[in-house]
């Protein structure tokens, strides 16, 4: 199992948008009940040896799953914000769809 952080850290300074990985894939797309090994699940084992901030099993794949989710939403808006905000996208397609149906 290889853990690493896709260029976390950058000419001594922490890049807070990098995603960790295991075994090469997104730390967010890992599924725990793949992981051959669950060592948290054997009697005795202390949580928080493997998951931080008071997460579990299951609001570690909550939180994975909201990360993943916002992640979307902000590169769906990133593409729409590429030639000016929201609103100027918004106002084109109308004024698109206006032309269109009144073929002015």
């Not at 992981?35 to 998951?51: I, S």
């Not at 905000?85 to 918004?90: F, N, T, Y």
């Amino acid at each position: 199992m290889t853990v690493s952080s896709t260029s976390a850290v950058k000419a001594g300074t922490v890049d807070l948008h990098a995603v960790g990985e295991l075994n090469g894939k997104p730390i967010f797309d890992v599924d725990t009940d793949s992981l051959e090994d669950r060592p948290w699940r054997k009697p005795g084992a202390d949580l928080t040896d493997y998951f931080n901030y008071g997460f579990d099993e299951i609001t570690w794949r909550m939180y994975c799953a909201r990360q993943k989710q916002m992640r979307e939403e902000m590169n769906a808006k990133k593409r729409i914000n590429v030639s000016g905000s929201l609103v100027d996208a918004q106002l084109c397609f109308i004024c698109m769809l206006t032309i269109l149906l009144l073929g002015v």
